[in-house]
């Protein structure tokens, strides 16, 4: 069974910066896509981004040129860099897998005005 541990998560204020992980208990270069997605109070889970085992990168519009996806292979980790955070980036944010239908339990980013 896969399984997949996010860290990083916390309170930030507006403006700040955090950095998620994604540790996998398999190797994620088996995993053609890795993804983050996020799911905010009362709103549907969204893809944020995702990256190819060729490292080619999707970002959501609204967090496009603040929010970058990495992926290192041999450490079997997946990271999620967020710069300029807004109070709407609130959310818990999942790492998955998505075509093993893998997900992590989530970890809580709060953003304070």
């Known amino acids: 069974q896969v399984q997949l541990v996010e860290s990083g998560g916390g309170l930030v204020q507006a403006g700040g910066s955090l950095r998620l992980s994604c540790a996998s208990s398999?190797?994620?270069?088996?995993?053609?896509?890795m993804a983050w997605y996020r799911q905010a109070p009362g709103k549907e889970r969204e893809l944020v981004a995702d990256?190819?085992?060729?490292?080619?990168?999707y970002y959501a519009g609204s967090v496009k040129g603040r929010f970058t996806i990495s992926r290192d292979n041999p450490k079997n980790v997946l990271y999620l860099q967020m710069n300029s955070l807004k109070p709407e980036d609130t959310a818990i944010y999942y790492c998955?897998?998505?075509?093993?239908?893998?997900w992590g339990q989530g970890t809580q980013v709060t953003v304070s005005s």
């Open positions: 990256i190819s085992s060729t490292n080619i990168t």
């Open positions: 998955a897998a998505p075509s093993g239908n893998y």
């Open positions: 398999e190797r994620i270069f088996t995993f053609n896509v």
